[in-house]
């Protein structure tokens, strides 16, 4: 369902060259922001299954802050962008209620409390110490984009870890043996799909690291076909919503679950 093309066209009619955009996309400020709206990602997949009048929101105005996203993007930033993580701005404060923090945000836009620091280096340093998440991340590159089509229309992603003969995405949860459970619920049998597609791996390539926030327990865990077709399922489903509602133009406003109780 890939296709490698050496020229992208976008959502909006833009057309790059492939090996441009690449370099475009590690601009964060691009790759969220201008192909936020440009294409499309696991992220809106997500939002297209949740519903349509979702998408077009968080798409237009984007997505209300949220703690666990903030503590799931410093703890990556630990182990794969250090520099990054440092050069964060953290206020000492109790909470993000006090005119301190609030002082902070107005003159910096980005900031985090002290508290999210020390524990997104608390899951930092458990996940380092471990052997097993050390290998996955051995060798590797980190925050790798891509983009391309898969079923006909363009979709970017970014790999948290990436080699010759893996793909590895670094997740946090707050009960490990409920995450086989969670990555269903949580779509990422989609993500899985997209990026087995845009990195060109089997499914049998794709690993998840996750570590547990309370007991910082570390589990590996590799993925089935099943999985793999689940989220292939659910990224076809998404784009007949969004080709009805986005591209034949009906109505979002008749937009309706039905059904039984």
Not at 42 to 63: A, M
Not at 78 to 106: C, G, H, M, R, W
Not at 123 to 137: G, K, M, S, T, V
Not at 207 to 234: H, M, N, P, R, T
């Amino acid at each position: 369902n890939y296709i490698y093309m050496d020229t992208i066209e976008l959502l909006n009619g833009e057309r790059f060259k492939h090996d441009e955009i690449l370099e475009l996309m590690k601009d964060d400020e691009f790759y969220y922001g201008y192909l936020g709206k440009a294409a499309l990602s696991s992220s809106s997949i997500k939002l297209l299954l949740d519903s349509p009048k979702k998408y077009k929101y968080v798409t237009e105005y984007g997505s209300q802050e949220s703690n666990a996203l903030d503590a799931g993007w410093l703890f990556h930033t630990a182990i794969l962008e250090p520099d990054v993580f440092s050069s964060q701005i953290f206020v000492d404060v109790q909470s993000k209620n006090t005119k301190a923090y609030k002082l902070a945000k107005e003159e910096h836009g980005k900031v985090y409390t002290m508290k999210q620091k020390r524990d997104a280096e608390r899951l930092a340093d458990a996940f380092l110490r471990n052997e097993h998440a050390l290998q996955l991340i051995t060798d590797c590159e980190f925050e790798v984009p891509a983009i391309g089509m898969v079923q006909g229309y363009p979709f970017r992603g970014k790999a948290d870890v990436l080699d010759s003969y893996r793909v590895c995405d670094l997740k946090t949860t707050s009960d490990l043996k409920a995450f086989p459970y969670a990555a269903r619920k949580y779509g990422y049998d989609v993500q899985v799909y997209l990026y087995c597609e845009l990195f060109n791996k089997p499914y049998e390539e794709f690993k998840f690291g996750v570590i547990d926030k309370g007991s910082l327990d570390i589990g590996i865990y590799d993925v089935s076909e099943e999985f793999y077709l689940q989220g292939k399922a659910k990224v076809t489903k998404a784009l007949e919503t969004f080709e009805t509602f986005f591209i034949n133009g009906a109505d979002l406003d008749s937009y309706c679950i039905k059904g039984t109780l």
